[in-house]
């Protein structure tokens, strides 16, 4: 079977043995296809098109050529949507035939959200190696753990050797440190013929500083109306938008039609500026499901910290209307309070009673559906997510920002004690949402997971000092000195000091985090799964005991509970009255007649189900 996603730009190959060449460069006057050679360049000249395109059909090419284009006779530039850039973001980019690939996954239709449990990692610290097809020797140990998805971080071309994915320029090819195109599709049909689902986290709201040349012949890809944290947004509504937003749309088919992924995560949306009727938000997930066959199952999910629950509303079937899911940072954030204490930066919006706010998560899905935020000074955030199926919110002990944006990168395992932990783990794997883990939790890791990067000798300097002084807010980091300890993102040992280390597994304390962890998985599956298929009339509700104690109880269309009582505090929790249904899961250690006594030990949780 083959794939192959048409796009109206970039290098096409064609049934016919041609290639089809187009750039859209408004700015210039004249562009040249430059075919580059062992020691020497052949230049062609392109047809100018209509609205600032440029357009060459050659039998010169074809797959394998390696080509630019010259921008007004000086300029040589790859191209925006080039599908493979063997040397980096400032080399030639590559012809790429996708069909010649033989899929072997064409019966592969992927899998209902409702059993989605959620493993994210980074291709280049996930394995020794650091590959796309070292990456498959590890899916069936994550399907014995019982994940059901893959979610890459970003993968699209970024400078340098080493990068979390989100300083990506070339946003239609896989970074050739990972390999090329076609180990990418055999990561992705290898974990296909296990049952994993495959998503890609991709980034529309900015370009990475070093290596996009856009603004040298199209500066209308760019707009100085709005700003973002990287500077000019991108121009989803102004003038000439047209084009850009058809760009994004296109990488979005690409991904899930080309690559066959089975869904995609955006970026911080929050930082996608567009005031057009329908914005770009709306469209691409309109377009993508308009595109994608009825009987794919595909899953666009959110990062976005407006909390703007509009876009996870569901039709009468309980199907999503724009996107599946959104990751849910409150959830995060409030059990992070819990077991570690801390009440720094965001985490004081959760700081006085994060109980509460877990319940109010694990129930209606946002902590803040419009309240007041103290650490965005009084701003209103959220909107209401109450009634919305909890399949719409992505839950995590951690993930790549919640560890990485730490300054030294400590995982949950190294700054929580580890029955608060272990708590905390039990909640969130059993609660009806979809779970999230980032590489490595399951084991209990203490690899640190660093910020890093690998810009360009004139960049780095200010990318390492605005890394440091980041912290500059945090009292434990108010000293200049303490702050440049903190580990320079583009030294090579910060990369690899954040490789996994799969040791740990043969060490005591990690195997029995992943026994904990396959057990809860495995309990999940059994229990929790059958009932979150049956519709969105979720009857859900929470009460708070004594300050750390939460009983939350949820109610499906098919009049089955499912309960939770959890101690999330150093004192026994005593008073609560114990449902008489089944027990399906309790801490380790815990008595059952305890439970049914109505006390609990320090953190420690347990789990009911009534058919």
């Known amino acids: 079977m083959k794939r192959r996603h048409d796009m109206p730009f970039g290098a096409e190959c064609r049934d016919d043995a041609s290639v089809r060449f187009r750039l859209w460069a408004p700015a210039a006057q004249r562009v040249d296809l430059s075919l580059t050679g062992k020691n020497s360049s052949t230049f062609f000249s392109m047809r100018r098109r209509e609205q600032g395109w440029f357009e060459l059909i050659s039998d010169a090419a074809g797959p394998g050529t390696q080509y630019r284009f010259r921008i007004d006779g000086a300029l040589e530039v790859p ?63 994550l399907v014995d753990l019982g994940v059901s998805a893959l979610e890459l971080m970003p993968v699209a071309d970024f400078p340098g050797k080493r990068n979390w994915g989100y300083d990506g320029v070339f946003t239609f090819a896989p970074d050739s440190m990972y390999g090329g195109p076609n180990d990418l599709k055999e990561l992705i049909q290898s974990a296909h013929q296990r049952g994993l689902m495959v998503l890609l986290d991709v980034v529309y709201n900015h370009f ?13 890809f760019f707009t100085d109306r709005h700003r973002t944290p990287w500077g000019n947004a991108i121009n989803f509504d102004g003038p000439e938008s047209r084009t850009v937003r058809d760009f994004f749309i296109h990488n979005a088919l690409y991904w899930l039609n080309e690559y066959h992924f089975d869904g995609l995560r955006l970026d911080a949306v929050n930082a996608i500026i567009d005031n057009s009727i329908p914005n770009i938000l709306t469209e691409l997930a309109d377009v993508v499901r308009r595109s994608v066959e009825a009987e794919r199952h595909v899953h666009l999910i959110l990062e976005n910290d407006f909390n703007q629950a509009r876009y996870l509303e569901r039709t009468e079937r309980c199907r999503p209307k724009t996107y599946t899911a959104q990751w849910n940072d409150d959830i995060h954030h409030a059990l992070h309070v819990l077991i570690t204490g801390e009440n720094d930066g965001y985490y004081a919006d959760y700081s006085s009673r994060p109980a509460e706010q877990l319940g109010r998560c694990l129930t209606e899905g946002f902590a803040y559906q419009g309240e007041a935020s103290p650490f965005r000074n009084g701003e209103l955030r959220g909107e209401r997510s109450a009634g919305l199926p909890p399949s719409a919110f992505v839950s995590f002990l951690q993930n790549h920002d919640q560890v990485g944006n730490r300054a030294f990168g400590e995982r949950i395992a190294t ?60 009292a434990r980091f108010s000293d ?19 490789r996994l280390d799969w040791n740990e597994l043969s060490q005591l304390p990690h195997q029995n985090w992943l026994g904990l962890y396959r057990e809860l998985l495995q309990c999940r599956r059994q229990h929790i799964v059958p009932h979150l298929s049956k519709g969105c009339a979720i009857k859900a509700k929470h009460e708070v005991l004594d300050g750390s104690g939460l009983v939350v109880q949820w109610e499906f269309p098919d009049h089955s509970i499912l309960v939770l009582i959890a101690n999330l505090g150093v004192a026994q929790l005593s008073g609560f009255n114990s449902p008489s249904s089944q027990i399906i899961y309790k801490s380790e250690g815990l008595e059952e007649d305890d439970v049914m006594r109505g006390t609990l030990p320090a953190w420690s949780v347990v789990w009911f189900s009534q058919s």
Request: charged share 20%.
């Open 415 to 474: 700054i929580a004690e580890p029955r608060a932990a272990q708590a905390a783990a039990e909640i969130l794997l059993l609660a009806p949402s979809p779970p999230l883990l980032f590489m490595g939790e399951e084991f209990g890791s203490q690899t640190p997971f660093l910020f890093f990067c690998d810009f360009e000798k004139g960049l780095a300097p200010a990318v390492a000092a605005g890394r440091r002084n980041e912290f500059a807010r945090f």
């Open 79 to 141: 191209d925006p949507a080039s599908r493979f850039q063997p040397h980096d973001v400032h080399g030639v980019s590559e012809v790429v035939d996708p069909c010649a690939l033989e899929w072997r996954d064409a019966g592969w239709r992927g899998r209902p959200w409702e059993e989605a449990v959620i493993y994210e990692l980074h291709v280049g610290t996930f394995t020794p190696a650091g590959t796309f097809s070292s990456a498959c020797e590890r899916l069936d140990y």
């Open 480 to 498: 200049p000195a303490i702050r440049a300890g903190i580990p320079d993102p583009n030294a090579a040992q910060t990369f690899e000091a954040s």
């Open 208 to 220: 990475g500083p070093e290596g996009n040349y856009l603004g040298a012949y199209a500066p209308q």
